[in-house]
């Protein structure tokens, strides 16, 4: 646990620092405000396509080896977008995100790794401790946008590109301290006392994983896992859509770079700095409910943020905030049910679909989004993103009817 909470904050410096300025960075070389949504896009896909690779990975290594093989992937990315930025080439820098976003394949399976050896009754607070881990990291991030663009300036590169070179050291830092120290490794310890106790054949962590459309069809047999994977995958979809944008929203009202960062600093925060918290309600009351909450937290923060206009800076704050921690409900809660839904043996596999189905969901939603806000407005993403919260809202109240004892 030691281990992966100090993956998790120095990779989420990594992670923050360069989706911050990704936006931006595109529409410099660009030049357009609908192809800059692209660059975030294409991290958050990077990401989904990275999690199921990424799961048979360590279904068969464990997750030090996958984690680890990650992290060095969103270094290379990172330089990539460095590349990009000193060329001025676009399509360069859409590649570089696609690895990039790998960062965050890694600290999505991070999450899982905390559940590993929980207990059932301790296991949303232990995957909650893990993603409030991220908080250090993800905070500092944005507000290290102005020293990384000093440093980049200080050697030739633009900018807006100089947060990669921070991100660059973050992934290589966070890959030598998972290969170092993630020992014994989790999964394969778990295994190992499942076959003690006798609840698990000693051939399962050595059988080949399941198939995609193996793992999509169990999902939808089992109640737990298609509502949690719902839950994330809108909760996702909303987050990056909305947030991918809000930094253009700012920079059209006259915001500095350092508004922007503040702001989604309050963001990132409110993403990761309750999860234990969190954790102890689902723990206490149930998952399906906190996911729940979780939605109509995000339609409220649709409704704040919607309503702003691009120097109202202080309401953006608060309607960013709003829209992190409704995120963070969904995805401890959501996670949690996944992870309890299938066997031990198969759920690398059950979590890395949840997390591709996650990021398309979340890539197809933020490439979407600039092209929303730059025909309709930044109001009418909002009230699109609130309409797509009532979906797992109501899933969450017809379960709660049919079974109103806790879940």
Request: glycine letters at 14%; hydrophobic letters at 55%.
């Amino acid at each position: 646990m030691r281990t992966l909470i100090a993956s998790q904050i120095i990779g989420g410096v990594g992670v923050a620092s360069g989706f911050s300025v990704a936006v931006l960075a595109a529409e410099e070389l660009a030049g357009s405000e609908s192809l800059a949504g692209l660059a975030q896009t294409a991290g958050v896909l990077g990401s989904a396509l990275a999690a199921v690779p990424l799961s048979r990975l360590m279904h068969r290594r464990g997750r030090r080896i996958g984690l680890v093989i990650a992290y060095l992937l969103a270094g290379i990315g990172a330089g990539v977008c460095l590349l990009a930025g000193v060329s001025s080439v676009y399509w360069l820098m859409l590649l570089g995100m696609m690895l990039y976003g790998v960062a965050t394949a890694a600290n999505l399976a991070a999450r899982y790794a905390a559940t590993d050896l929980a207990e059932p009754e301790t296991r949303a607070r232990s995957l909650g401790f893990v993603v409030w881990a991220t908080t250090v990291g993800a905070v500092a991030g944005p507000n290290l946008i102005g020293s990384g663009g000093a440093l980049g300036s200080s050697i030739g590169v633009p900018r807006l590109f100089g947060p990669y070179l921070i991100a660059l050291v973050g992934f290589l830092v966070a890959a030598s301290t998972l290969a170092i120290r993630l020992r014994p490794d989790p999964l394969l310890t778990a295994r190992r006392r499942a076959v003690e106790l006798g609840t698990q054949p000693p051939d399962a962590g050595t059988k080949r994983s399941i198939g995609l459309r193996a793992s999509l069809s169990m999902i939808m047999r089992s109640p737990g896992a298609r509502l949690g994977v719902l839950a994330v995958a809108v909760a996702h979809t909303v987050m990056i859509g909305v947030m991918a944008l809000t930094p253009v929203q700012m920079h059209h009202g006259g915001a500095t770079l350092t508004v922007v960062g503040i702001v989604l600093s309050v963001h990132i925060a409110a993403m990761f700095a309750f999860s234990p918290l969190i954790g102890l309600w689902a723990d206490r009351w149930g998952r399906v409910q906190v996911v729940g909450v979780g939605q109509l937290i995000l339609i409220a923060s649709a409704a704040v943020a919607g309503t702003a206009s691009g120097h109202e800076s202080t309401q953006l704050g608060v309607g960013l905030g709003l829209l992190g921690l409704g995120w963070s409900c969904c995805l401890v809660a959501g996670s949690t049910l996944i992870t309890e839904s299938v066997g031990l043996a198969d759920r690398p596999a059950i979590q890395g679909v949840s997390d591709l189905v996650m990021g398309i969901s979340a890539a197809s939603g933020g490439a979407l989004a600039g092209v929303v806000v730059g025909t309709l407005g930044f109001g009418a993403l909002n009230a699109a993103a609130a309409a797509l919260a009532l979906v797992p809202l109501a899933a969450v109240a017809a379960r709660l009817v049919r079974r109103p004892a806790r879940a």
